[in-house]
């Protein structure tokens, strides 16, 4: 199978016509009939299984790059991807290559149709199939660990099939309410179904309506929990472009000074949630490893300064909670507190409270439609955000809007924000700096 192949192949098992099953009807049986034919990889890869609703992408990538700067090789699954399907999949920082990703594809679509034939739970799904080309890759590649970031929710998430040595909960907030549940109480229920009896859990920072719901069900499954605001501190120095400088102190591990050039307090407590982590693995606090290994810390699309002259952010918020967060790094590191902003969002977000977010914070507000088939049209989305009192603009063609909000931006002499999704990044993919992208992944994307 040659690669363009094999994306295709991927892609086609997205079916966005399909009504989507109700959450409560999701089983993992189909999951779980996956990988027996596989050969269940999951049952002998050490696993960390990281779950939440924001930060939980950077903190299984930082998480990654630490336990390769103390000499582990470690696989790492994540999702979405912003430019190419093999950003999901990687060992020591280096996606999986087009040639292995063919080879692995081709390997398992014989299975996967077996299963459309004969299995009464179906064809894997698309995201399923991804999680067992990771396990499959980590498993051949012989990797010493695998941090792999949990979908959707957490109790019924295909991830949920791997046996996890240490798992984590970045902050929980309201996302996917769809299916998760519209208070908090139930979103973090759903997420602390990666509970394990006995299998330590890291808890970040959360809500206190999210933690409790957390810290009873770790209690009632017997699950040691390792708290970050009570078993680690960090005291910030420096804030700006560059990203942050810190010392930490991890209790009963270690201390030390960081800089950190991914931007946000927030990137902090992240990062904080990692080395908590690497401390339950047994390894040492090497300040002079983690300063060498943080220094090279890129992960695209988190408050990605695009250029700095003219000022170019792009960011993957696409909730609240997370526009929150961002504005916050915008003001204490960028100092930007007004801006052209560049939106477009998938159907199903909460555009009504990123607008109460963002209300004092546009100076001129371009709506465009991400590159999915899910795009919320920009009349839906923009009417959210007509109280502003802010110039509003509709341009559908994202290229064109990117032109146009680069235009008022530098006419009205403000940064240029670019926010809403993921599927936003096609319009940057030269700033965004990733190595060895081919134009055809971009395109199949």
Same mark, same amino acid.
């Given at each position: 199978?040659?690669?363009?192949?094999?994306?295709?192949?991927?892609?086609?098992?997205?079916?966005?016509?399909?009504?989507?099953?109700?959450?409560?009807?999701?089983?993992?049986?189909?999951?779980?009939?996956?990988?027996?034919?596989?050969?269940?990889?999951?049952?002998?890869?050490?696993?960390?299984?990281?779950?939440?609703?924001?930060?939980?992408?950077?903190?299984?990538?930082?998480?990654?790059?630490?336990?390769?700067?103390?000499?582990? +090789?470690?696989?790492?699954?994540?999702?979405?991807?912003?430019?190419?399907?093999?950003?999901?999949?990687?060992?020591?920082?280096?996606?999986?290559?087009?040639?292995?990703?063919?080879?692995?594809?081709?390997?398992?679509?014989?299975?996967?149709?077996?299963?459309?034939?004969?299995?009464?739970?179906?064809?894997?799904?698309?995201?399923?199939?991804?999680?067992?080309?990771?396990?499959?890759?980590?498993?051949?590649?012989?990797?010493?660990?695998?941090?792999?970031?949990?979908?959707?929710?957490?109790?019924?998430?295909?991830?949920?099939?791997?046996?996890?040595?240490?798992?984590?909960?970045?902050?929980?907030?309201?996302?996917?309410?769809?299916?998760?549940?519209?208070?908090?109480?139930?979103?973090?229920?759903?997420?602390?179904?990666?509970?394990?009896?006995?299998?330590?859990?890291?808890?970040?920072?959360?809500?206190?309506?999210?933690?409790?719901?957390?810290?009873?069900?770790?209690?009632?499954?017997?699950?040691?929990?390792?708290?970050?605001?009570?078993?680690?501190?960090?005291?910030?120095?420096? +804030?700006?472009?560059?990203?942050?400088?810190?010392?930490?102190?991890?209790?009963?591990?270690?201390?030390?000074?960081?800089?950190?050039?991914?931007?946000?307090?927030?990137?902090?407590?992240?990062?904080?949630?990692?080395?908590?982590?690497?401390?339950?693995?047994?390894?040492?606090?090497?300040?002079?490893?983690?300063?060498?290994?943080?220094?090279?810390? +890129?992960?695209?699309?988190?408050?990605?300064?695009?250029?700095?002259?003219?000022?170019?952010?792009?960011?993957?918020?696409?909730?609240?909670?997370?526009?929150?967060?961002?504005?916050?790094?915008?003001?204490?590191?960028?100092?930007?507190?007004?801006?052209?902003?560049?939106?477009?969002?998938?159907?199903?977000?909460?555009?009504?409270?990123?607008?109460?977010?963002?209300?004092?914070?546009?100076?001129?507000?371009?709506?465009?439609?991400?590159?999915?088939?899910?795009?919320?049209?920009?009349?839906?989305?923009?009417?959210?955000?007509?109280?502003?009192?802010?110039?509003?603009?509709?341009?559908?063609?994202?290229?064109?809007?990117?032109? +146009?909000?680069?235009?008022?931006?530098?006419?009205?002499?403000?940064?240029?924000?670019?926010?809403?999704?993921?599927?936003?990044?096609?319009?940057?993919?030269?700033?965004?700096?990733?190595?060895?992208?081919?134009?055809?992944?971009?395109?199949?994307?």
């Amino acid at each position: 199978m040659e690669y363009r192949e094999a994306l295709e192949y991927l892609y086609g098992l997205i079916n966005y016509e399909k009504a989507r099953v109700p959450y409560t009807d999701l089983k993992l049986e189909r999951m779980r009939e996956f990988m027996e034919r596989l050969g269940n990889p999951q049952k002998t890869i050490p696993t960390v299984l990281v779950a939440g609703t924001k930060g939980k992408g950077s903190t299984s990538y930082m998480l990654h790059r630490l336990f390769g700067a103390f000499g582990l +090789r470690c696989g790492l699954f994540s999702k979405p991807h912003l430019l190419t399907f093999r950003e999901r999949i990687r060992i020591d920082d280096r996606l999986i290559s087009p040639k292995e990703l063919a080879r692995l594809v081709d390997r398992v679509r014989p299975i996967v149709e077996a299963m459309e034939r004969e299995s009464p739970w179906g064809q894997p799904t698309y995201f399923e199939v991804a999680v067992g080309l990771a396990l499959l890759y980590f498993l051949e590649k012989d990797v010493d660990v695998a941090v792999v970031e949990v979908g959707l929710g957490g109790r019924l998430d295909a991830t949920n099939v791997t046996e996890p040595q240490v798992t984590v909960i970045t902050p929980v907030s309201f996302d996917h309410m769809e299916v998760l549940g519209n208070t908090l109480e139930q979103i973090a229920w759903e997420k602390a179904g990666i509970l394990r009896s006995n299998i330590p859990l890291v808890l970040a920072p959360q809500r206190k309506e999210a933690r409790r719901v957390i810290l009873r069900e770790a209690e009632e499954k017997e699950v040691p929990v390792f708290e970050v605001t009570e078993e680690c501190h960090a005291d910030i120095t420096f +804030r700006g472009f560059q990203g942050s400088r810190f010392r930490f102190h991890v209790q009963g591990w270690g201390e030390g000074e960081i800089m950190l050039p991914l931007l946000g307090d927030h990137q902090v407590e992240n990062f904080l949630a990692a080395l908590l982590v690497v401390k339950l693995f047994g390894l040492p606090c090497e300040v002079s490893r983690l300063q060498e290994v943080t220094g090279t810390f +890129r992960w695209p699309g988190r408050v990605d300064v695009l250029s700095l002259s003219p000022l170019r952010v792009f960011d993957v918020a696409h909730n609240r909670a997370s526009f929150e967060v961002l504005l916050a790094t915008l003001r204490d590191y960028l100092d930007v507190k007004k801006a052209v902003c560049l939106l477009g969002f998938l159907e199903g977000k909460d555009c009504a409270g990123i607008a109460e977010v963002l209300r004092t914070f546009p100076g001129y507000c371009i709506f465009t439609e991400p590159f999915h088939p899910k795009a919320l049209p920009v009349e839906v989305a923009s009417s959210f955000f007509s109280s502003l009192g802010v110039p509003i603009e509709l341009v559908p063609d994202p290229y064109r809007a990117r032109e +146009r909000a680069e235009s008022v931006a530098r006419t009205l002499g403000l940064p240029l924000l670019v926010a809403g999704s993921f599927y936003l990044a096609r319009l940057f993919k030269e700033a965004l700096r990733f190595e060895e992208i081919l134009e055809e992944e971009v395109e199949l994307c």
